[in-house]
């Protein structure tokens, strides 16, 4: 009985370890952060156990906890929502009821999820999107990609590519009451990356490189070469996404070796013959200087699994990895950061990046936000910080759109 008490007070003080541990004073209602966070660690320590005893895989668990948000295509007064698919791809349509004058903008919206986690089934997602249909009168287009480990690089990109052109044509923009000039493709956190690669590619595409409007990109993950910016440094623990996690979930988009998360964790995974990419993603040459914090930037250590993982160097991966003269095709661009996240810096380098080149772009910096806040704008949390980031995305969407 004494041994049972035992495990149990332990038990609960490691659970208030995790509760209290410290967030930003500049934090809007940290005790519901407090609570994203901890479910955050305790989930991931419950997949470890769960991976270490052999019942089921680390990113299983995780998968299982984000498929409980899952919602069904309910249409309400003002949007019918149906759930179809554009080839063999899932996707769920946001329709305006209300007859309109005019042909509606359309967006197309890419689920964050590290490649391996997320649909545009959960609550937040269809959420968000129902919202930004009624408030912009515009047809949403959410589309589900083949998820890693099963479906490893570049499985996503080449189902997000698919559902953009397969929209683009002209019999199906008809079909929706669509207009041609006003499409936006937008994603968050790692759907930000796909976004903002499909946009690149569409450019490149001489049948489509004029036939997107804009991009809009929510704490994009934008590049693998270094893992040690000043934000991933900072926020190694969170709020809500570690380092390690987020490395360890990514990594499953290349390979289920379990030697390639521990080598990127070191900061070791860039090998000699791609060294010259390092000026993309310098981030002394691109983050503003009250980012740096007096840090000194270390090049990252020279590894060698090119052979192994050739898309580490990808372009496809890492969109910050083209050169000038692609990145000056890019469409109108909104980006959004948040202070407290290991991406900030991802995203605060491809900002100047793009304004270096003269692309028009808007940055939004959100100085009390965290990483997929927008995942806890609905119930039971509301957390403000994630409705006051919707209604920023919604709004410019409004005004450029």
């Known amino acids: ?29 940290p005790w519901k952060v407090r609570i994203v966070d901890a479910g955050m660690k305790i989930s991931s320590l419950v997949a470890i156990l769960l991976e270490n005893m052999g019942l089921m895989k680390f990113e299983e668990f995780l998968v299982i906890l984000a498929r409980v948000q899952d919602t069904r295509p309910v249409s309400d007064e003002n949007i019918t929502v149906i759930d179809t698919d554009f080839g063999d791809i899932p996707v769920r349509l946001y329709l305006p009821k209300r007859k309109s004058q005019r042909q509606r903008p359309g967006i197309i919206f890419i689920h964050g999820g590290a490649y391996a986690l997320g649909s545009f089934k959960m609550l937040p997602y269809d959420s968000m999107n129902r919202r930004t249909a009624n408030k912009l009168d515009a047809v949403v287009i959410a589309l589900d990609y083949r998820l890693a480990p099963q479906h490893p690089f570049p499985a996503a990109l080449e189902d997000c590519i698919f559902v953009i052109k397969f929209f683009l044509q002209d019999k199906v923009l008809e079909k929706y009451g669509v207009d041609p000039t006003r499409i936006c493709i937008s994603g968050d956190s790692s759907g930000g990356s796909l976004a903002a690669t499909a946009n690149q590619l569409l450019q490149d595409d001489p049948e489509y490189k004029n036939k997107i409007k804009a991009q809009t990109l929510l704490y994009p993950k934008v590049q693998t070469l270094d893992t040690l910016t000043p934000s991933y440094r900072e926020y190694e623990h969170g709020p809500f996404l570690s380092r390690k996690v987020a490395i360890r979930l990514a ?143 919604i709004i410019w969407l409004k005004e450029n759109l």
């Open 251 to 393: 990594c499953l988009y290349l390979t289920e070796d379990k030697q390639l998360p521990k080598t990127v964790m070191r900061n070791a995974h860039v090998p000699q013959e791609s060294r010259h990419l390092f000026k993309f993603v310098n981030w002394s040459d691109f983050l503003p200087e009250k980012y740096k914090k007096n840090r000194v930037y270390t090049e990252p250590i020279i590894g060698k699994l090119t052979e192994s993982h050739p898309g580490l160097m990808d372009s496809k991966i890492s969109p910050l990895l083209v050169n000038d003269s692609q990145l000056q095709k890019l469409p109108l661009t909104y980006v959004l950061t948040c202070e407290h996240d290991i991406l900030r810096d991802d995203g605060l380098i491809y900002v100047t990046r793009l304004r270096n080149v003269g692309v028009p772009i808007t940055h939004d910096h959100i100085e009390d936000g965290i990483h997929g806040a927008i995942l806890f704008a609905t119930e039971p949390l509301y957390l403000q910080v994630g409705l006051r980031l919707i209604d920023k995305y």
């Open 1 to 29: 009985m004494r041994n049972k008490i035992l495990c149990f007070g332990f038990f609960f003080m490691f659970l208030a370890y995790l509760i209290y541990v410290p967030i930003p004073e500049n934090i809007e209602e």
